[in-house]
T-cell receptor, first 112, second 116 residues
């Protein structure tokens, strides 16, 4: 049983560019959440998707957007990248919205 | 707003000994869960243990146990018989279930070093 998978593992972009990160949830899970973890800090909630809709959103600007597909996989898009967007981006999945979240290995984004 | 505070940025323990990591949280809700996650250098966030707020009994998972003090809003993690593989960042996290979703709120983490 595959766990949560994320791609790519690492990514280097320059300021002003756009990036798309991908996540496949654990089998049987239909809810996907995204978190940003800056170096040396705890993860911060970006948003959560359920039934292909954004269900809840954290305190992140509109430059951060997402999508969930019918197979429950999800994408995180960040436009107009800033140096401060450099972080580890974690995806977590859970069955419905009322259960423990299980995390993927993350995507390390570096913005130069 | 919910907050989670971990007051110990770094801790160390000798292999085979016991260590306790502290966590306090603040919420006005009554229906919530608390978690400890472990993040080794490989950076994969791994669930260690979970505690439902409505349960009085403290959760245990092999060498890991918690001391949940609901009135004090305290949730500490005890690791017994520490192993070198326990070296990692440990995050305390809180989830409040409501109709809007179930976002996790994390503390700042405690870096644990297990020494041989």
């Amino acid at each position: 049983d595959a766990g949560v998978t994320q791609s790519p593992t690492h990514l280097i972009k320059t300021r002003g560019q756009q990036v798309t990160l991908r996540c496949s949830p654990k089998s049987g899970h239909d809810t996907v959440s995204w978190y940003q973890q800056a170096l040396g800090q705890g993860p911060q909630f970006i948003f959560q998707y359920y039934e292909e809709e954004e269900r809840q959103r954290g305190n992140f600007p509109d430059r951060f957007s997402g999508h969930q597909f019918p197979n429950y996989s999800s994408e995180l898009n960040v436009n107009a990248l800033l140096l401060g967007d450099s972080a580890l981006y974690l995806c977590a999945s859970s069955p419905d919205t009322q259960e423990t979240q299980y995390f993927g290995p993350g995507t390390r984004l570096l913005v130069l | 707003a919910q907050t989670v505070t971990q007051s110990q940025p770094e801790m160390s323990v000798q292999e085979a000994e016991t260590v306790t990591l502290s966590c306090t949280y603040d919420t006005s809700e009554s229906n919530y869960y608390l978690f400890w996650y472990k993040q080794p250098p490989s950076r994969q966030m791994i669930l260690v243990i979970r505690q439902e707020a409505y349960k009085q009994q403290n959760a245990t998972e092999n060498r890991f146990s918690v001391n949940f003090q609901k009135a004090a809003k305290s949730f500490s993690l005890k690791i017994s018989d520490s192993q070198l593989g326990d070296t990692a960042m440990y995050f305390c996290a809180f989830i409040n279930f409501n109709n809007a979703g179930n976002m996790l709120t994390f503390g700042g983490g405690t870096r644990l070093m297990v020494k041989p």
